[in-house]
């Protein structure tokens, strides 16, 4: 009697180690360990808080086929990826977020994006935000970057060099935000 129920607590204990060690939060923010894009399991290689005046606006976190410190590695690769980015405040319009990732875009050092590239991708997200909302930005290289909002596929644009360009928005010589960068290469 004892022994099962020595056993019964240990696979208890088991179970949620292992279930909490499928998961990573940052600031309140909970990715998984791992996950899919077509055939391929990406992992977790960081995430880091965006912070604007004090207040928490987001968690970028950064999917990749194999970990590294090195952004331009991911930038450049062409395979599997992903970016999701996890929104914490109201603060967070569809606005603010077409017009910060378009800055990013004129800011970035990587790829390259057209200026009719940016537009239509940026016309994707044609959904209000709101804290508790979910990006994610997936790479594939047959089909180049998809969107998807709360699950919902908006679309997407073609092309690594595109890629490039906005993943360099986080990951580049000119990062929108250093410390966020540092995060998501898993350096903090």
């Given at each position: 009697?004892?022994?099962?129920?020595?056993?019964?607590?240990l696979?208890?204990?088991?179970?949620?180690?292992?279930?909490?060690?499928?998961e990573?939060?940052?600031?309140?923010?909970?990715?998984?360990?791992?996950?899919?894009?077509?055939?391929?399991?990406?992992?977790?290689n960081?995430?880091?808080?965006?912070?604007?005046?004090?207040?928490?606006?987001?968690?970028?976190?950064?999917?990749?086929?194999?970990?590294?410190?090195?952004a331009?590695?991911?930038?450049?690769?062409?395979?599997?990826?992903?970016?999701?980015?996890?929104?914490?405040?109201?603060?967070?319009?569809?606005?603010?977020?077409?017009?910060?990732?378009?800055?990013?875009?004129?800011?970035?050092?990587?790829?390259?994006?057209?200026?009719?590239?940016?537009?239509?991708?940026?016309?994707?997200?044609?959904?209000?935000?709101s804290?508790?909302?979910?990006?994610?930005?997936?790479?594939?290289?047959?089909?180049?970057?998809?969107?998807?909002?709360?699950?919902?596929?908006?679309?997407?644009?073609?092309?690594?060099?595109?890629?490039?360009?906005?993943?360099?928005?986080?990951?580049?010589?000119?990062?929108?935000?250093?410390?966020?960068?540092?995060?998501?290469?898993?350096?903090?």
């Amino acid at each position: 009697m004892k022994s099962k129920f020595l056993l019964s607590i240990l696979t208890v204990l088991f179970l949620s180690v292992n279930s909490s060690a499928q998961e990573v939060t940052v600031a309140g923010a909970t990715f998984p360990t791992k996950f899919k894009i077509s055939n391929q399991v990406v992992e977790y290689n960081g995430a880091g808080l965006r912070q604007k005046y004090f207040f928490d606006l987001y968690v970028a976190a950064l999917y990749v086929p194999a970990r590294t410190n090195n952004a331009q590695t991911i930038i450049d690769q062409n395979k599997e990826s992903a970016i999701r980015l996890k929104i914490l405040s109201n603060k967070v319009t569809r606005e603010k977020f077409v017009e910060t990732v378009k800055d990013g875009f004129a800011t970035s050092s990587e790829g390259k994006a057209t200026p009719s590239e940016i537009e239509a991708f940026m016309k994707l997200f044609n959904v209000e935000f709101s804290e508790g909302d979910e990006v994610i930005l997936l790479y594939k290289p047959e089909s180049g970057v998809e969107v998807y909002f709360n699950g919902k596929h908006l679309g997407g644009t073609k092309g690594l060099e595109f890629k490039k360009a906005l993943y360099g928005i986080w990951l580049g010589k000119t990062p929108a935000d250093e410390a966020v960068k540092k995060a998501m290469l898993g350096k903090v």
